[in-house]
C-alpha cells in the first residue's frame, strides 16, 4: 500500500483531478440540457397563456419568439375561468377536482384495506387471492372498457360523478403496493396488539395505518395523476357539460375550422395547477417511498 502511495507522482494526482473535474463538467453539462428538454414545453405553455392573440402564438411557435411575451395578460384565464356559459372551464376544473378527491380518498381506503387483509389477514388462500391480484395487473384497461360501458349503462350510471368514480377505486397496483408495504412492517406489531385486545380493523386502523404515510403518499400521487388525465373513459359514458372533466372539454378548442390556442393554452396551464399541488402536497413521503424501495432493493 506504501509502495503505491509512493509510485503516485503529482503529475498523475493532478490527471486525475483534472479528469474528475471533466467528468463533472460533462454530467452537469446532460443534466442542464435534460432539464432544458422537460422544462421549455412547459415555459412555452405557459408564455403562450399569457398571450391574447391565437394568430400570434402559432406564428412564434418553432422560434424563440415561443419562450417570449412582450405584453402580458391574463384576459385568457378569465374568459376560461367561467362556471357557466360557452367557456365554463372552471365548471369542468371543479368536476375534475370532484372527480380526484373521490377516488383518491374512496381509493387509499379500499385498496389499503385489501393490502392489509392480504398481508395480515386470516383468510385462506391468501397467496392465490395475491396472484389472483397480481395477474389482474398485466390486463389492459382497455380491453374491457367497451364491457364497462355496457354494464354502466344498463345501470342507469351514464353522464354522472359516479361512473367516473366507482370502476377506478380499486386497482390490483395500488392493492399490490399496499401489500407490499404492510407485509414489510415488524411481526411483533400485530402479536403485541393482538395480545392487547385490538381487533384487525383497530389494528389497521391505529396501528398500520399512521406507519404507512409513504405508501399513502405514492398512492394518491400515481392514483391521482391516473384519474386527472382520464380521458377515453369520460368520452365513452358522458354526453353532457353536467360531469364532464377539463381534459375533455379541452379538446373542443380544437375544431375543424380553427384552433383558439390562446384559450387552450390557458385552460391547460388551470389543468396542470392541481395535480402540481397534488404532488408538492405528497413529496416528502413520495420521495422517501421511492428511496426506500431502491435501497431494500
Known amino acids: 500500500m506504501s509502495d503505491l502511495v509512493l509510485s503516485t507522482t503529482p503529475l498523475e494526482v493532478e490527471r486525475e483531478r483534472s479528469a474528475v473535474g471533466t467528468l463533472r463538467l460533462v454530467q452537469t453539462a446532460c443534466i442542464l440540457v435534460i432539464a432544458l428538454v422537460i422544462i421549455s414545453p412547459l415555459f412555452m405553455l405557459l408564455v403562450a397563456s399569457l398571450k391574447d392573440d391565437r394568430f400570434q402564438i ?7 419568439r415561443a419562450f417570449w411575451v412582450s405584453n402580458p395578460t391574463l384576459s385568457n384565464f378569465a374568459e376560461v375561468g367561467n362556471l357557466s356559459g360557452e367557456l365554463a372551464y372552471g365548471r369542468y376544473l371543479l368536476n375534475s377536482l370532484i372527480i380526484l378527491a373521490c377516488t383518491v380518498g374512496a381509493g387509499l381506503i379500499v385498496n389499503s384495506m385489501a393490502g392489509f387483509v392480504l398481508a395480515w389477514g386470516s383468510l385462506r388462500g391468501r397467496a392465490l387471492m395475491l396472484s389472483v391480484v397480481i395477474a ?23 353522464d354522472t360523478f359516479t361512473v367516473q368514480i366507482v370502476p377506478w377505486v380499486a386497482s390490483p397496483l395500488y392493492i399490490f403496493l ?21 381487533s384487525v380493523f383497530r389494528i389497521y386502523r391505529s396501528i398500520f395505518l399512521p406507519l404507512s404515510l409513504p405508501a399513502l403518499a405514492t398512492v394518491s400521487i400515481l392514483m391521482g395523476i391516473e384519474a386527472w388525465n382520464q380521458y377515453l373513459w369520460p368520452i365513452l359514458v358522458t354526453q353532457t357539460d353536467y360531469a364532464r372533466p377539463i381534459a ?3 379538446a373542443t378548442f380544437f375544431g375543424q375550422d380553427s384552433i383558439y390556442w390562446d384559450r387552450a393554452m390557458a385552460a391547460s396551464v388551470l389543468m396542470m395547477i392541481p395535480i402540481l399541488a397534488l404532488y408538492l402536497a ?12 431502491a435501497v431494500k432493493g
Do not use: C, H, N
Open 178 to 198: 399496499f401489500y407490499q408495504f404492510f407485509a414489510q412492517l415488524p411481526k411483533e406489531l400485530f402479536e403485541a396488539a393482538e395480545m392487547d385486545g385490538a
Open 58 to 64: 402559432l406564428a412564434d411557435m418553432g422560434s424563440f
Open 136 to 158: 389482474l395487473y398485466v390486463i389492459p384497461q382497455e380491453s374491457i372498457i367497451m364491457p364497462l360501458v355496457i354494464m354502466v349503462s344498463r345501470a342507469g350510471m351514464t
Open 282 to 293: 405528497f413529496q416528502r413521503w413520495f420521495v422517501s417511498s421511492f428511496v426506500g424501495s
Open 248 to 250: 375533455v372539454a379541452i
